[in-house]
């Protein structure tokens, strides 16, 4: 913005635009909105039940007829949708749960549907949460060192994705970080029927102290090494995003997403002026809202001020969809 010299104190005052309430809301930019939260859910196995995670004070694993009920909850409330994580009966080496007609995800899935049809149902695409390893895809044994095989892997993401898309997903969210993974999906949901099924692709996703929380509510923990091989290093160029953006749009992405939200919106921002009309989201993560709730508990933070202060951030930030644990707070907060 070019100096404007002739806009000098005291014939500006800055003030004036913040003295008065009304004036305040009327030269407000950001404005939060349900229809641009989404919520994340948890799904495990049973009738009636409820689990509630620790370390994410106001959530917990939910068995399908509970995650009816969110459902429900969700769509009363106006948000943008819920995105569901599943959490199998079993794990095993290829997360098969994951892509089983009767699979927690795909009976979360019916469930949310059946309650709220209008309801927008997203999920999560990878295999953290349904390997006995706990890591996003296949491992490779040829390697010698605890690797996942991203192409291996991409083959069963497509059939992951198709199996959510026929339980009745009305977007795809893939979050694994494999190269190539969106090419892969977007394919297979052609294939099989889907092609007017979207992709919100994790496009921008750092391996992140935040997702420590999820981690106890998905039991997605790896039993051995770190994701550092495949999500995106905190402290590399930040244009690398730029790339990862790039490529997921050339294999078909519809919506980009960065996550964590709170630490990189520099990279929000980025993404959101590197590529006008492309809808951005951005993931405020676990961490992001256990420490708020944490802080709150000992009376240091006013949650519903912070919270909302965050959210405004990451709009402000140049996400258009936020997905937040406070989706249906803010909802309240805000009506
Ligand atoms: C992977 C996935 C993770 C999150 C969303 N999808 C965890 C991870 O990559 O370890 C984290 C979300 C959060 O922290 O709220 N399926």
Same mark, same amino acid.
């Given at each position: ?8 104190f005291?014939?500006t005052?800055l ?11 009327l030269?407000?930019e ?6 641009d939260?989404i *919520?994340?859910?948890?799904?495990r196995?049973? !009738?009636?039940?409820?689990? &509630?995670?620790?370390?994410?004070p ?7 007829d509970?995650?009816?009920?969110? /459902? ?23 997360? $098969? ?13 019916? =469930? ?8 927008? @149902?997203i999920?999560?695409? @990878?295999? @953290?949460? %349904? ?8 491992l ?5 060192? *605890?690797?996942?095989?991203?192409? /291996?892997? *991409?083959?069963?993401l ?10 009745? /997903?009305?977007?795809i =969210? ?7 993974? #969106? ?17 919100? $692709? ?6 992140? +102290?935040? %997702?420590?929380?999820f981690?106890d509510?998905a &039991? ?9 091989? %495949? ?10 995003a730029?790339?990862?953006? !790039?490529?997921?749009l ?20 980025? #993404?959101? /002026? ?6 951005? +989201?951005a993931?405020?993560?676990?961490g992001e809202?256990?420490?708020?709730? =944490?802080?709150a ?11 909302? &202060?965050v959210?405004? $951030? ?7 969809? #936020?997905?937040t ?9 805000? +009506?």
């Open positions: 913005m070019p100096f404007d010299a002739s806009a000098h005291p014939t005052r003030r004036r635009l913040r003295y008065d309430p009304a004036v305040r809301r030269v407000r950001t404005q939060l909105s349900p229809a939260m *919520l994340p859910l948890f799904v196995p049973g !009738q009636g039940e409820r689990r &509630e995670i620790s370390s994410m106001g959530h917990a694993q939910l068995s399908p509970l995650i009816a009920n969110e /459902a429900e909850a969700a769509a009363s409330l106006g948000l943008g949708g819920v995105i569901l994580f599943g959490i199998p009966p079993r794990k095993d080496s290829v997360g $098969s749960d994951s892509y089983a007609d009767e699979g927690i995800i795909q009976q979360g899935i019916r =469930a949310a549907k059946a309650a709220a049809p209008e309801l927008l @149902c999920t999560d695409v @990878c295999f @953290c949460e %349904y390997t006995d390893h706990g890591h996003c895809g296949v490779d044994d040829a390697t010698g060192r *605890l690797d996942v095989n991203n192409d /291996a892997t *991409l083959e069963l497509a059939k992951q994705a198709v199996s959510h898309a026929r339980a009745g /997903a009305d977007m =969210a893939p979050s694994g970080m494999m190269d190539g993974m #969106v090419g892969a999906i977007r394919r297979g949901l052609d294939t099989a029927g889907f092609a007017h099924v979207p992709i919100m $692709s994790y496009a921008a996703k750092y391996a992140s +102290a935040f %997702y420590g929380p981690r509510a &039991e997605s923990t790896p039993q051995a090494g770190d994701r550092r091989g %495949y999500q995106m290093d905190a402290a590399a160029a930040a244009d690398q730029i790339r990862e953006v !790039q490529l997921d050339a294999e078909g992405a519809d919506i980009v997403m960065v996550k964590p939200a709170l630490a990189y919106l520099d990279v929000i921002s980025r #993404v959101r /002026a590197a590529f006008p009309g492309v809808p951005v +989201a993931y405020n993560v676990s809202y256990s420490m708020v709730k =944490a802080a508990a000992n009376g240091w933070l006013d949650e519903r001020a912070v919270a909302l &202060e959210l405004t $951030s990451i709009k402000r930030a140049g996400a258009g969809i #936020v997905l644990y406070w989706a249906k707070d803010a909802a309240k907060w805000l +009506a």
